[in-house]
């Protein structure tokens, strides 16, 4: 399995507060994804990176900000969660257009 | 609007039988990807391919780029292939432009 962890795996908030995910990488992967999944919408890309200090906006951005300082972390931040932030989150890595391997996911609850 | 449709939503096999997934989509593509979801929630990357037909073990996938369509099967099903089956597409030269289907609920009863 590619080495990809994320944190936390459970997150309960309450509306307004901001909140940070974070997406660890082992593999030395050029590529870093923020997915969210929904009932009756499936998987839709939020953010992803194409390297250190360089990302670019997803289908679902909006509400959305994200950094990549280094190789291995990709972090996801909500400035002021809302409820239709609750979802689950995952993480992916890619070498180029190449196979993409997830993290195990994250949970939110946004109160 | 680019999208992916899957056929069927739901699908309930005997184990043993031969299943097909369809996956559908409306623009011009460079790469698509099929992907499975197990009950648990974990993600697992079955296949990538941009022509032709790849297969590993029982599973083969298909992909006609005239016709914009892929299908995956799953030969001498089991039940633990019971997961959601989910279809994406990178479209355009952006890695960013990455859109999934809504996913196939395959279910293999004993």
């Known amino acids: 399995d590619a080495g990809i962890t994320q944190s936390p795996r459970h997150k309960v908030t309450e509306t307004g507060t901001p909140v940070t995910l974070r997406c660890h990488q082992t593999e030395n992967h050029r590529y870093m994804y923020w997915y969210r999944q929904d009932p009756g919408h499936g998987l839709r890309l939020i953010h992803y990176?194409?390297?250190?200090?360089?990302?670019d906006k997803g289908e679902v951005s909006d509400g959305y900000s994200v950094s990549r300082s280094k190789t291995e972390d990709f972090l996801l931040t909500l400035e002021s969660a809302t409820s239709s932030q609750t979802s689950v989150y995952f993480c992916?890595?890619?070498?180029?257009?190449?196979?993409?391997?997830f993290g195990p996911g994250t949970r939110l609850l946004v109160l | 609007k680019n999208e992916v449709e899957q056929s069927p939503q739901n699908l309930t096999a005997q184990e043993g039988e031969f299943i097909t997934i369809n996956c559908s989509y409306s623009v011009g593509i460079s790469a698509l990807h099929w992907l499975q979801q197990h009950p648990g929630g974990g993600i697992v990357s079955l296949f990538m391919?941009?022509?032709g037909k790849k297969k590993h073990g029982r599973l083969i996938a298909t992909i006609n780029i005239q016709e914009k369509h892929s299908s995956l099967h799953i030969t001498a099903s089991h039940p633990r292939d019971s997961a959601v089956y989910i279809c994406?597409?990178?479209?355009?030269?952006?890695?960013?432009?990455?859109?999934f289907g809504k996913g196939t609920k395959l279910s293999v009863k004993p």
């Open positions: 994406g597409v990178n479209y355009g030269g952006s890695q960013g432009n990455l859109i």
């Open positions: 990176s194409y390297g250190v200090k360089d990302t």
């Open positions: 391919l941009s022509s």
């Open positions: 992916a890595i890619s070498e180029s257009q190449q196979t993409q391997y």
